[in-house]
């Protein structure tokens, strides 16, 4: 075996594999793949095979286009089996609130250019003739959908991978993970290699050998299973493949006969206490009884499976995350250190696409897909307990097949962090969402309400309730707790130079200043939205979005040289946050510290050190919601005194809290953009509407040239508002915008504008 390599990639699943073709494919030589067992001896060879390529995310879809037209060349590239069929995909409506979820993915599946039509019950039987299309209220077709064989794409892509110089070991045992001198060595029960790079895509095991470096990876596996039947009468290899969600099963073709195998109500985790050292290429045992409301909900819809001959039950682990998303990237405060892994039973599907972005990662340092959803650096610290990575993966499994409605929450896990205020917002009737383990007040309900959010696709039940708030705001004041914000608070001579380099805004103006600002990558894409604020001399403070301050911490700390003289630390807990917004918040603090809050003597983006009664505060003049008002940052045990002296002072002026749906419809009536949805790593400020913020006099910074670059080409595309005429629509995000039958671009995000009476929408 090799001693030495550039790139070492842990597991030879269809994910290493990928990795390891597409690491080749784009030049990269000198790359070894191990694996403990032969390839696809984990999660992978018993995949049931199914590959579909729309999905809830935009990101997520274009990664399983790619993997498809992949897949459809790779066996005449490789000359290697793959089993692939494009026989496309059937998903059925079996009741008419999976209908509406299907009219709104055909409308997104409109803007990929995927051919999906939605058809009648009696059409979708045409296409899988042995169905009961009792109860079915329509379906969504996809042709280009197929199915394969796993273990044979696997070997393929290995194939492809080895054809380019990739050297493969198997039945190699990673048993550590060394540092020394900026080299990883990593051992094996074959010998030790060392190398630059290495890349975990060990499936289940991925958190094993995360741990080995100090790397936390929530991952739980769950027990998955399928039956395998003998031919079926009827049964033609033409057959889709054919999901009825609501009924919680999918079906394929095989052999003449069916692969049939769902997502139970009741979801069985497995090796909890760690994976059996001798569990390669191996199955877990049949459990019929788990197994039996599949079944007859499966012989409902597909009668003959009753009378079929099953060959096996098969139980498989599958690795899923507390949240349903892939986990990528390279992990926090360890570089060349990558993962790719957790893909939630989509790893079949997804595993050309993610072979390509992880490569693009590592050789270029940016993924050409915004996989932010995606990002390690997503997790909180609290995902490093088992317990809360168990609770939400096993409701992520149980949820798998359900209608996801707007605005849906996770239900497990909470309540876990909560502000100082949060009892007191509890008192007031607040209905809490939750991000990053936060709660957070997203509208209070008034006495006559039950203060709970009923899920649907028609107008929510706030949606009066929310009219009021919003009104309140735009014309006396609104008191908002703001404490989930990410604060960042960075110290040190080095300082300004670091942030003047990672910032496109001019972060060098005086000391009592607040800059908006986005930090960049290399290609001028958007990777950081958020307020910089220049405290005193070598001392900033940086506010960010609530999920967004780990990955933003960590963008900075890998573009900052190791001899700089930088302190950065994340107070997110240390300080509470309190936004007060309305025409009347200047009367409401002028009513308690009788001092001159106008804009003469507080002028808009700057920020002051003051005393609001007994509390010491650092005030921020900045408005997310297009109104005067401050964003007060307090010691975190001075919040709730804070928050009830001002609802206090506020009672003769029309101060009334508000939550978090106000502030999105707020935001959308001003033109404020989300990080994430309306603005991503794949647009740049000026395609974003953002070039006041762009300083291309200022000195060098990441992503100038690129912007420069795209000045003088011109800019394509831009994002763009529009309102609607008929609001009894309700747009969500995602849908096509058509002009003239020719669809021209996708809603980013969207939402009723209650001052202008408008449904508003970014595209």
């Given at each position: 075996?090799?001693?030495?390599?550039?790139?070492?990639?842990?597991?030879?699943?269809?994910?290493?594999?990928?990795i390891?073709?597409?690491?080749s494919?784009?030049?990269?030589?000198?790359?070894?793949?191990?694996?403990?067992?032969?390839?696809?001896?984990?999660?992978?060879?018993?995949?049931?095979?199914?590959?579909?390529?729309?999905r809830?995310?935009?990101?997520?879809?274009?990664?399983?286009?790619?993997?498809?037209?992949?897949?459809?060349?790779?066996?005449?590239?490789?000359?290697?089996?793959?089993?692939?069929?494009?026989?496309?995909?059937?998903?059925?409506?079996?009741?008419?609130?999976?209908?509406?979820?299907?009219?709104?993915?055909?409308?997104?599946a409109?803007?990929?250019?995927?051919?999906?039509?939605?058809?009648?019950?009696?059409?979708?039987?045409?296409?899988?003739?042995?169905?009961?299309?009792?109860?079915?209220?329509?379906?969504?077709?996809?042709?280009?959908?197929?199915?394969?064989?796993?273990?044979?794409?696997?070997?393929?892509?290995?194939?492809?991978?080895?054809?380019?110089?990739?050297?493969?070991?198997?039945?190699?045992?990673?048993?550590?993970?060394?540092?020394?001198?900026?080299?990883?060595?990593?051992?094996?029960?074959?010998?030790?290699?060392?190398?630059?790079?290495?890349?975990?895509?060990?499936?289940?095991?991925?958190?094993?050998?995360?741990?080995?470096?100090?790397v936390?990876?929530?991952?739980?596996?769950?027990?998955?299973?399928?039956?395998?039947?003998?031919?079926?009468?009827?049964?033609?290899?033409?057959?889709?493949?054919?999901?009825?969600?609501?009924?919680?099963?999918?079906?394929r073709?095989?052999?003449?006969?069916?692969?049939?195998?769902?997502?139970?109500?009741?979801?069985?985790?497995?090796?909890?206490?760690?994976i059996?050292k001798?569990?390669?290429?191996?199955?877990?045992q049949?459990?019929?009884?788990?197994?039996?409301?599949?079944?007859?909900?499966?012989?409902?819809?597909?009668?003959?499976?009753?009378?079929?001959?099953?060959?096996?039950?098969?139980?498989g682990?599958?690795?899923?995350?507390?949240?349903?998303?892939?986990?990528?990237?390279?992990?926090?405060?360890?570089?060349?250190?990558?993962?790719?892994?957790?893909?939630?039973?989509?790893?079949?599907?997804?595993?050309?696409?993610?072979g390509?972005?992880?490569?693009?990662?590592?050789?270029?340092?940016?993924?050409?897909?915004?996989?932010?959803?995606?990002?390690?650096?997503?997790?909180?610290?609290?995902?490093?307990?088992?317990?809360?990575?168990?609770?939400?993966?096993?409701?992520?499994?149980?949820?798998?097949?359900?209608?996801?409605?707007?605005?849906?929450?996770?239900?497990?896990?909470?309540?876990?962090?909560?502000?100082?205020?949060?009892?007191?917002?509890?008192?007031?009737?607040?209905?809490?969402?939750?991000?990053?383990?936060?709660?957070r007040?997203?509208?209070?309900?008034p006495?006559?309400?039950?203060p709970?959010?009923?899920?649907?696709?028609?107008?929510p039940?706030?949606?009066?309730?929310?009219?009021?708030?919003?009104?309140?705001?735009?014309?006396?004041?609104?008191?908002?707790?703001?404490?989930?914000?990410?604060?960042?608070?960075?110290?040190?001579?080095?300082?300004?130079?670091?942030?003047?380099?990672?910032?496109?805004?001019?972060?060098?103006?005086?000391?009592?200043?607040?800059?908006?600002?986005?930090?960049?990558?290399?290609?001028?894409?958007?990777?950081?939205?958020?307020?910089?604020?220049?405290?005193?001399?070598?001392?900033?403070?940086?506010?960010?979005?609530?999920?967004?301050?780990?990955?933003?911490?960590d963008?900075?700390?890998?573009?900052?040289?190791?001899?700089?003289?930088?302190?950065?630390?994340?107070?997110?807990?240390?300080?509470?946050?309190?936004g007060?917004w309305?025409?009347?918040?200047?009367?409401?603090?002028?009513?308690?510290?009788?001092?001159?809050?106008?804009?003469?003597?507080?002028?808009?983006?700057?920020?002051?050190?003051?005393?609001?009664?007994?509390?010491p505060?650092?005030?921020?003049?900045?408005?997310?919601?297009?109104?005067?008002g401050?964003?007060?940052?307090?010691?975190?045990e001075?919040?709730?005194?804070?928050?009830?002296?001002?609802l206090?002072?506020?009672?003769?002026?029309?101060?009334?809290?508000?939550?978090?749906?106000?502030?999105?419809?707020?935001?959308?009536?001003?033109?404020?953009?989300?990080?994430?949805?309306?603005?991503?790593?794949?647009?740049?400020?000026?395609?974003?509407?953002?070039?006041?913020?762009?300083?291309?006099?200022?000195?060098?910074?990441?992503?100038?040239?690129?912007?420069?670059s795209?000045?003088?080409?011109?800019?394509?595309?831009?994002?763009?508002?529009?309102v609607?005429?008929d609001?009894?629509?309700?747009?969500?995000?995602?849908?096509?915008?058509?002009?003239?039958?020719?669809?021209?671009?996708?809603v980013?995000?969207?939402?009723?504008?209650?001052?202008?009476?408008?449904?508003?929408?970014?595209?």
């Amino acid at each position: 075996m090799k001693s030495y390599a550039n790139i070492v990639i842990i597991g030879g699943g269809v994910i290493g594999t990928s990795i390891a073709y597409h690491l080749s494919k784009m030049g990269m030589r000198d790359i070894i793949l191990v694996d403990k067992g032969e390839l696809t001896s984990g999660a992978t060879f018993h995949s049931a095979g199914l590959v579909g390529q729309l999905r809830s995310s935009v990101t997520l879809t274009k990664i399983m286009m790619y993997s498809i037209d992949l897949y459809s060349k790779l066996e005449e590239e490789t000359e290697q089996y793959t089993g692939w069929k494009q026989v496309g995909g059937l998903r059925i409506a079996s009741s008419k609130e999976r209908m509406e979820e299907l009219k709104k993915a055909s409308s997104m599946a409109k803007t990929f250019g995927l051919p999906l039509e939605l058809i009648s019950a009696k059409e979708a039987k045409k296409l899988f003739p042995i169905m009961n299309d009792n109860g079915i209220f329509g379906a969504a077709f996809l042709p280009t959908d197929g199915h394969l064989d796993p273990s044979g794409i696997t070997y393929a892509l290995a194939k492809g991978a080895r054809n380019r110089g990739v050297d493969i070991y198997v039945n190699t045992r990673v048993t550590d993970i060394k540092i020394k001198k900026g080299l990883y060595e990593i051992i094996t029960d074959k010998g030790s290699i060392k190398a630059e790079i290495v890349v975990n895509a060990a499936g289940m095991w991925a958190p094993e050998i995360g741990k080995m470096v100090g790397v936390d990876i929530p991952i739980i596996p769950m027990a998955h299973q399928y039956v395998i039947t003998k031919p079926i009468e009827g049964v033609l290899r033409t057959f889709p493949t054919m999901r009825d969600p609501d009924n919680l099963v999918y079906f394929r073709e095989e052999v003449g006969g069916l692969v049939m195998g769902g997502y139970e109500k009741d979801p069985a985790p497995w090796a909890l206490d760690g994976i059996p050292k001798d569990f390669s290429h191996r199955l877990l045992q049949p459990d019929w009884d788990r197994f039996e409301p599949l079944i007859n909900n499966a012989i409902f819809r597909v009668p003959v499976i009753g009378e079929a001959e099953v060959i096996k039950l098969v139980n498989g682990p599958e690795a899923f995350t507390p949240d349903g998303e892939f986990i990528l990237g390279e992990a926090s405060n360890l570089r060349n250190f990558y993962v790719a892994a957790g893909f939630c039973a989509h790893g079949i599907a997804a595993g050309g696409g993610i072979g390509k972005v992880m490569a693009e990662w590592i050789i270029e340092g940016e993924p050409s897909l915004d996989l932010r959803k995606m990002d390690i650096h997503r997790f909180g610290s609290h995902h490093a307990s088992k317990k809360y990575t168990l609770d939400r993966t096993w409701e992520v499994y149980h949820r798998y097949y359900d209608i996801h409605y707007p605005f849906e929450e996770m239900e497990k896990g909470r309540p876990l962090r909560t502000s100082p205020v949060y009892h007191r917002l509890k008192e007031l009737r607040a209905v809490f969402g939750e991000k990053l383990g936060w709660e957070r007040a997203n509208w209070f309900a008034p006495a006559d309400v039950e203060p709970k959010e009923k899920y649907g696709w028609g107008k929510p039940n706030w949606f009066e309730i929310v009219k009021e708030e919003h009104k309140a705001v735009r014309e006396k004041a609104g008191l908002f707790d703001l404490s989930s914000f990410s604060k960042i608070e960075i110290k040190g001579y080095d300082a300004l130079k670091i942030l003047e380099l990672l910032c496109d805004n001019k972060i060098d103006q005086p000391v009592g200043k607040v800059i908006y600002t986005q930090m960049l990558n290399k290609k001028g894409g958007i990777v950081s939205d958020i307020t910089v604020s220049h405290v005193a001399e070598n001392h900033f403070y940086i506010v960010a979005g609530t999920a967004f301050g780990r990955y933003d911490i960590d963008w900075i700390k890998k573009h900052t040289p190791e001899d700089s003289n930088i302190k950065i630390d994340d107070v997110t807990s240390a300080y509470g946050t309190i936004g007060l917004w309305g025409p009347n918040a200047p009367k409401i603090i002028e009513s308690i510290t009788g001092e001159d809050f106008s804009l003469n003597s507080f002028p808009y983006m700057s920020l002051k050190k003051i005393t609001i009664g007994y509390a010491p505060v650092l005030a921020l003049r900045v408005s997310y919601v297009g109104e005067t008002g401050w964003e007060f940052h307090i010691p975190a045990e001075y919040t709730l005194y804070l928050w009830d002296l001002l609802l206090d002072a506020g009672k003769d002026f029309g101060l009334r809290p508000v939550g978090y749906r106000t502030i999105d419809s707020l935001r959308l009536e001003k033109g404020y953009r989300v990080l994430g949805s309306d603005i991503t790593s794949e647009y740049t400020p000026l395609e974003a509407g953002l070039d006041f913020c762009v300083r291309l006099d200022k000195t060098d910074f990441i992503g100038k040239e690129a912007i420069v670059s795209q000045k003088k080409k011109g800019i394509k595309q831009k994002l763009c508002l529009m309102v609607l005429k008929d609001d009894s629509y309700l747009p969500i995000g995602k849908e096509a915008i058509y002009y003239n039958d020719k669809v021209i671009g996708r809603v980013t995000s969207a939402g009723y504008g209650y001052t202008v009476e408008k449904m508003i929408i970014y595209l």
